[in-house]
């Protein structure tokens, strides 16, 4: 496996090693042991999630509060997301910093979300299988949701997309508003 740090050097992109032919492909896509040892981490998954989307859902920018903030290993397997970590950790060098990057079936790349970032993600393919590991359990009491167009974060969100919202995530905070 490969890890790379991104511009906010916490958020990590996580490249596994695929084998594949004519036939196919393999990979491993999680293995406790080489994660600790390739990212120098060590989180424990307590809980799977799996969501099916159209083109155009925006998700996010969620969060949970302490003592629920979660950690997440995300990654896309079928189509493809434009996703997005938003550091909000106070004190942080990099509060109020954003990285995006694709994540599709094509390139399985993975990305871990340590604690303290919104996260969220646009569906930019007919539809996309999302998948991910998080560090704590759903806790709806401490979720909370960052406008995914807050203009101080000010995510530069794929174009030509409009953006599919639920009712819940219409209701984004601004960041200014955002506490850990």
């Given amino acids: 496996m490969k890890v790379t740090p991104t511009a906010i050097p916490d958020v990590l992109i996580i490249e596994p090693k695929v084998f594949g032919d004519e036939r196919g492909f393999f990979f491993e896509s999680f293995n406790q042991k080489a994660f600790n040892e390739a990212t120098g981490l060590d989180v424990n998954f307590v809980q799977d999630n799996h969501s099916r989307s159209a083109k155009g ?59 303290g970032f919104a996260h969220g993600f646009l569906v ?7 998948l991910y590991k998080t560090t704590d359990y759903y806790a709806p009491q401490h979720e909370r949701c960052i406008a995914w167009n807050d203009p101080t974060i000010n995510v530069h969100w794929p174009e030509g997309v409009m953006p599919l919202l639920s009712a819940k995530d219409q209701l984004g905070m601004p960041f200014g508003k955002t506490r850990l």
């Fill in 124 to 130: 930019l393919s007919t539809s996309a299988d999302f």
């Fill in 57 to 115: 859902v925006l998700r996010g920018l969620h969060y949970q509060v302490p003592p629920h903030a979660q950690g997440k290993l995300v990654r896309v397997i079928r189509g493809s997301v434009f996703d997005v970590a938003v550091d909000i950790r106070q004190g942080s060098p990099h509060l109020g910093h954003w990285v995006g990057m694709e994540l599709s079936e094509e390139n399985h790349k993975q990305l871990w979300i340590p604690p």
